[in-house]
């Protein structure tokens, strides 16, 4: 009986440890776009469109006056 305790103790510890690591993980993550929006650059990847790809039908594309 002890034994059985004694591993269920354990494979508690090590998905307790397991957990806050991947929470740790997360919590510390800093994906690309996050660190292209702080440093401000993201507008340079990004190219304004020209034209809307849609039918300009005034609601979704606005149409061009003149």
């Not at 510390?28 to 660190?35: C, F, G, L, M, V």
């Amino acid at each position: 009986m002890k034994f059985e305790a004694l591993m269920l103790r354990g494979l508690f510890v090590a998905c307790l440890m397991v957990c806050g690591l991947v929470l740790g993980a997360m919590v510390n993550a800093s994906p690309d776009a996050i660190r292209l929006a702080a440093a401000g650059s993201a507008g340079q990847l990004i190219a304004a469109p020209v034209a809307c790809s849609l039918p300009p039908d005034g609601v979704v594309c606005p149409r061009a006056n003149g």
